[in-house]
T-cell receptor
Framework: AQKITQTQPGMFVQEKEAVTLDCTYD???????LFWYKQPSSGEMIFLIYQGSYDEQNATEGRYSLNFQKARKSANLVISASQLGDSAMYFC?????????????FGSGTRLQVQP | GAGVSQSPSNKVTEKGKDVELRCDPI?????LYWYRQSLGQGLEFLIYFQGNSAPDKSGLPSDRFSAERTGGSVSTLTIQRTQQEDSAVYLC????????????????FGPGTRLTVL
C-alpha cells in the first residue's frame, strides 16, 4: 500500500520569499511517480510538477522545484519568490507500481497563505 | 485546448434521491478517474476507466455508487439513494495514456461537482 504524509496543515510566507512544503511517502515499489497539485479556493486541482523515482535530477517548473531525497523518502515542494496568487491548498500525491489502476494516493494537504 | 469539464458545478439534493454527475475529459485522453474529496477523508479514489477495458471499481464505497463511460469519452457517476455522508466534492480527472503511460502519466482534473445531501 502507498501512503503520503504532509505534516504541515498550514503555512504562512511573506510575499517574495521562498517556502518549502513537506511531503514524505511510503511505498514498497521501486518504480513510482510523485506529483504536486495546487487547489485554489475555486476548487480545481492544478498540476504543478512531477518527479519520477528513477530521475536523478530534481524536477523544476518555473518557480516550483521538487527537493527529492529518495533515501529519506521525501519529496518537498519549494516555491521561490512567493506571490499572493500562490495562496491555496497544496497536495502531494503518488502513483506506484508496474501494474494497477494508476490512481493517485494523496496526502492531507498543506494550506499556504502568502502575506503581503 | 479545453480542459476537463464537469457538470453540474453544484448539486443540492434530498436524502434518498438519486443524482448523476457528469465528466467530459480532455479530448484524446484514454484514462478517466473519479475521486471524492470530503472534509474528514481527504481525496479518495473511486473508479478508473481505461479505454475499452473493464473499469477498476475498487474505490467505490458502496453499491449505491456506479459509473459508466460511454464511447470512451464522457463519464457519468451515479449515486443512488443518497445519504448525508455522500456530501463531498466529486472530482474527475483524465490522463493521456493511463496504464500504458507508466508512472509519468499526469492526471488533469476538472473543477469538481460539490454535492450537498440534505
Amino acid at each position: 500500500a502507498q501512503k503520503i504524509t504532509q505534516t504541515q496543515p498550514g503555512m504562512f510566507v511573506q510575499e517574495k520569499e521562498a517556502v518549502t512544503l513537506d511531503c514524505t511517502y511510503d511505498t514498497s515499489d521501486q518504480s513510482y511517480g510523485l506529483f504536486w497539485y495546487k487547489q485554489p479556493s475555486s476548487g480545481e486541482m492544478i498540476f504543478l510538477i512531477y518527479q519520477g523515482s528513477y530521475d536523478e535530477q530534481n524536477a523544476t517548473e518555473g518557480r516550483y522545484s521538487l527537493n527529492f531525497q529518495k533515501a529519506r523518502k521525501s519529496a518537498n515542494l519549494v516555491i521561490s519568490a512567493s506571490q499572493l496568487g500562490d495562496s491555496a491548498m497544496y497536495f502531494c500525491a503518488m502513483r506506484a507500481g508496474g501494474t494497477g489502476r494508476r490512481a493517485l494516493t494523496f496526502g492531507s494537504g498543506t494550506r499556504l497563505q502568502v502575506q503581503p | 485546448g479545453a480542459g476537463v469539464s464537469q457538470s453540474p458545478s453544484n448539486k443540492v439534493t434530498e436524502k434518498g434521491k438519486d443524482v448523476e454527475l457528469r465528466c467530459d475529459p480532455i479530448s484524446g485522453h484514454t484514462a478517466l478517474y473519479w475521486y471524492r474529496q470530503s472534509l474528514g477523508q481527504g481525496l479518495e479514489f473511486l473508479i478508473y476507466f481505461q479505454g475499452n477495458s473493464a473499469p477498476d471499481k475498487s474505490g467505490l464505497p458502496s453499491d449505491r455508487f456506479s459509473a459508466e463511460r460511454t464511447g470512451g469519452s464522457v463519464s457519468t457517476l451515479t449515486i443512488q439513494r443518497t445519504q448525508q455522508e455522500d456530501s463531498a466534492v466529486y472530482l474527475c480527472a483524465s490522463s493521456l495514456r493511463g496504464l500504458a503511460g507508466g508512472n509519468t502519466d499526469t492526471q488533469y482534473f476538472g473543477p469538481g461537482t460539490r454535492l450537498t445531501v440534505l
